[in-house]
């Protein structure tokens, strides 16, 4: 197992799917960071409850209530979790939260999908971003690492094969247009930030975790890839990216994709 050296970690979207896994799993690790922020945009409602049984049974584990799609609540977001690290920078930040609508074909695609998706997974990892990126630079001006990793300070955008302009995944399950729209753009937000950020030393990926057994993988038909399967690969691949590869799009296992 690559060893994550990564202090703290935010999770948004880690109520359940691939995010609870994440956080599942960081908190099994021998290496686990000493904060993970689990965000959550309804910690009171029913689908938190796995998650609040985690927190009561792990210390450093906290839900940090986050909607991504509303920019005052990642503000407070943002507020909570200085209050927390009382000082120290934030090590990795993991944008897992999304949605998919699906359509049965372009035809049928709306408006108001493509812009509720969009604000979800494009306009979210943005504004979640900005709203640490002080606490991601300040985690990288203090690091003894040597060069950029997840140890130091990255942000993972979960993005999706479906969103690869040149293999657009699995059009024949769905054409799911607004979803492979965003996760477009989010590569190319990632590509931005990966040129905005390198200065600061802050690793920029975009990571598709394959087709997983979740609420969203299970849409179209039954997902091939074990939800726990793809985390533990998720997982070693980012403890040992580098340098190298900030502003690239990878899958779970840490190999290239194309655009
Ligand atoms: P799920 O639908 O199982 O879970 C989605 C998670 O995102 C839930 O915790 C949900 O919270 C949260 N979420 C959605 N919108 C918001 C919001 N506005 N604010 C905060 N949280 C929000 O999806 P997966 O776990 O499968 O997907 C996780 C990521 O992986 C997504 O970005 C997805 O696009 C990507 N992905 C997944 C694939 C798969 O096969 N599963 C394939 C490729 C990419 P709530 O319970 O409140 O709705």
């Known amino acids: 197992m690559a060893v994550l050296k990564a202090r703290s970690v935010l999770v948004t979207g880690s109520n359940r799917g691939i995010g609870l896994e994440l956080v599942k799993q960081l908190v099994a690790r021998s ?4 904060w993970i922020f689990a965000g959550c945009r309804d910690p009171e409602g029913p689908r938190a409850q796995e998650l609040k049984q985690l927190t009561t049974n792990h210390k450093g584990v ?17 507020t909570r979790v200085t209050e927390l690290l009382k000082g120290a920078g934030l090590n990795l930040l993991i944008n ?12 049928s695609e709306t408006a108001e999908d493509m812009a509720e998706v969009y604000r979800t997974n494009v306009i979210g990892p943005m504004e979640v971003s900005q709203a ?5 630079k300040k985690a990288s001006r203090e690091s003894s690492e040597k060069g950029m990793s997840c140890s130091r ?7 999706s094969e479906a969103g690869s302009i040149k293999n657009i995944f699995a059009w024949s399950d769905g054409h799911i247009v607004s979803y492979r729209c965003s996760k477009a753009a989010l590569n190319m937000l990632t ?11 802050i ?34 691949t980012l403890a040992c990216l580098s340098e190298k590869d900030t502003g ?9 994709l194309p655009w």
């Open 132 to 136: 640490f990126l002080p606490f991601l």
């Open 153 to 159: 300070a990255a942000i993972i955008n979960v993005s």
């Open 191 to 201: 590509r931005c930030q990966s040129l905005a950020y390198a200065e600061d030393k």
């Open 31 to 34: 290496d686990r960071p000493e």
């Open 203 to 236: 690793l920029c990926i975009a990571l598709h975790p394959g087709w997983v057994q979740t609420d969203m993988g299970n849409l179209a038909k039954p997902a091939p890839l074990a939800l726990d399967t793809s985390v533990q690969s998720i997982l070693n």
């Open 62 to 78: 906290v839900i940090i209530p986050l909607d991504t799609s509303n920019t005052s609540s990642i503000k407070n977001a943002a």
């Open 96 to 107: 897992n939260a999304g949605i998919v609508r699906p359509t049965v074909n372009l035809d």
């Open 248 to 256: 690239k799009f990878v899958n779970w296992e840490g190999e290239a």
